[in-house]
């Protein structure tokens, strides 16, 4: 049901991604210059934050903002670059021993492994705080009042705590070795990815002023491109290799239950094709006519990393 769109997405995400990359320069250097934060972990922070991601989180971010009516501008990005410091540290430690143990990341060799496990933990953790500092401030530089810019934050704070990515990963590491059912796989997934690429768009959705039907349809969008997001890893996983990914595969290894695994591997593309296509629907029914967010759903089921 996706039609063709007169995005060229590749070239809209280089635009974004060399954005985005600025932004997140501009907020490690921010880090750097602060005398609370010991030299090494900032470095542990350059290292996990700076190269290799594609950036799809604060890319969903500004382009909801465009979308509801933002401009994009240094302020803009600050705000979506906040989304990828939280992601940026939670692939720091889920590639920590005591979670996947993961040695290759972005084909380079992940934080703990250069900057070891103690520094590397604490670097994450700095990044939390940091990156709910930023996303408060970001949403004020863009002329947000008070209430608003605080409600940015805390939905960017929720969304990645216990009740959505750290929830969903303490779930993942419990299921290992276990078979999970369909539902099961679901809700871990709502949880541990779809949180923070859903809140991705609300907060660029709030910080623009959107109203409540605009955010619900960006919320549905939000929580079926991140099953189709999860869907294709796993796919990825399953047929790609280290070299195209960066990453070592690892769902077989850790006895992992996937979509894969439950579905094989053709009913697993059609449930990510009808995920992708429950996202443009629920931008239909918030009358949102976003070439850009279109784009990105078909983009999140035909990458190829
Ligand atoms: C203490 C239980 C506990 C949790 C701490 C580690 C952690 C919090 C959460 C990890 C959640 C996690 C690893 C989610 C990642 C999901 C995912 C599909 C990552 C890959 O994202 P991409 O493809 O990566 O966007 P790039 O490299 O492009 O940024």
């Known amino acids: 049901m996706t039609r063709e769109l007169p995005v060229d997405v590749g070239g809209y995400l280089r635009g974004e991604l060399r954005a985005i990359e600025a932004a997140l320069e501009r907020a490690v250097s921010r880090i750097e210059a602060r005398t609370d934060v010991p030299a090494a972990e900032a470095d542990a922070i350059r290292h996990g934050v700076t190269t290799g991601g594609k950036r799809l989180r604060p890319i969903l971010c500004v382009t909801a903002y465009a979308a509801c009516g933002g401009q994009r501008s240094a302020e803009a990005y600050d705000l979506a670059s906040s989304v990828e410091m939280i992601h940026a540290y939670s692939l720091m430690h889920d590639d920590l021993p005591c979670m ?169 593309r059609q449930r990510a094709q009808v995920e992708v296509d429950r996202a443009v629907r629920a931008l239909e029914s918030a009358h949102m006519d976003s070439p850009e967010l279109n784009a990105l759903a078909r983009f999140v089921v035909e990458r190829g990393r």
């Open 100 to 268: 996947d143990d993961a040695e290759l990341r972005r084909g380079r060799p992940t934080t703990h492994i250069t900057h070891g496990e103690a520094i590397t933990t604490r670097a994450g953790a700095i990044l939390i705080p940091l990156a709910a500092i930023q996303a408060l401030s970001a949403t004020r530089a863009l002329g947000c009042d008070e209430g608003r810019a605080r409600a940015v934050a805390r939905l960017l704070m929720r969304a990645a705590g216990a009740g959505g990515m750290v929830g969903g990963q303490w779930v993942d590491l419990l299921g290992e070795g276990q078979a999970l059912g369909g539902g099961e796989l679901d809700t871990l997934h709502h949880m541990k990815t779809g949180a923070l690429l859903a809140v991705a768009l609300e907060m660029g959705a709030v910080a623009a002023g959107a109203s409540q039907a605009v955010r619900q349809g960006l919320l549905e969008y939000g929580r079926a491109i991140g099953l189709a997001f999860q869907i294709t890893d796993d796919i990825l996983d399953a047929t790609a290799t280290a070299e195209v990914l960066g990453k070592n595969p690892s769902d077989v290894v850790l006895e992992k239950s996937t979509y894969v695994a439950l579905y094989g591997l053709a009913e697993a």
